[in-house]
Each structure stands twice: as structure tokens, then as C-alpha cells.
């Protein structure tokens, strides 16, 4: 019975990681392609250095081997 319960969190992790991988794409894509404004643009590099950290825990929760 616990392998069940392993390998449904297991599932749930490696979908999870895609999941913040894709908002970490999402949100690199997106400072890219907005336009660029007085206001919003001195804060660019925080949302990148965001999305490149969301987009390393997504990796490393694909990655990762539960046991």
C-alpha cells in the first residue's frame, strides 16, 4: 500500500516541476515581449532572475528521485 502512495506523489512532484517550469517560462517570455515603459522597466531584471530561479526548482523537482 505505501508504494501506491509513492508513486502517486512521485507523479505529483514531477508534475508540479513542469508546472512552476512553465510559469517560469511564461514570465521570462512575457519581460521580454512587453513594452517597455518608464516605470516598469527598472524592474525587468527581477522578474527575469525570477523566472530563471522558478524555472531551476521546476528542473530540480523533475529531477529529483523521491524515495
Not at 15 to 43: A, D, H, N, W
Given at each position: 500500500?505505501?508504494?501506491?502512495?509513492?508513486?502517486?506523489?512521485?507523479?505529483?512532484?514531477?508534475?508540479?516541476g513542469?508546472?512552476?517550469?512553465?510559469?517560469?517560462?511564461?514570465?521570462?517570455?512575457?519581460?521580454?515581449?512587453?513594452?517597455?515603459?518608464?516605470?516598469?522597466?527598472?524592474?525587468?531584471?527581477?522578474?527575469?532572475v525570477?523566472?530563471?530561479?522558478?524555472?531551476?526548482?521546476?528542473?530540480?523537482?523533475?529531477?529529483?528521485?523521491?524515495?
Amino acid at each position: 500500500m505505501s508504494e501506491e502512495i509513492g508513486t502517486g506523489l512521485t507523479i505529483a512532484e514531477k508534475l508540479s516541476g513542469l508546472i512552476v517550469i512553465l510559469i517560469g517560462v511564461t514570465t521570462i517570455y512575457f519581460t521580454y515581449t512587453s513594452p517597455p515603459s518608464g516605470y516598469v522597466e527598472p524592474f525587468a531584471g527581477i522578474f527575469l532572475v525570477a523566472g530563471l530561479a522558478l524555472i531551476a526548482v521546476g528542473v530540480i523537482l523533475v529531477l529529483a528521485r523521491a524515495e
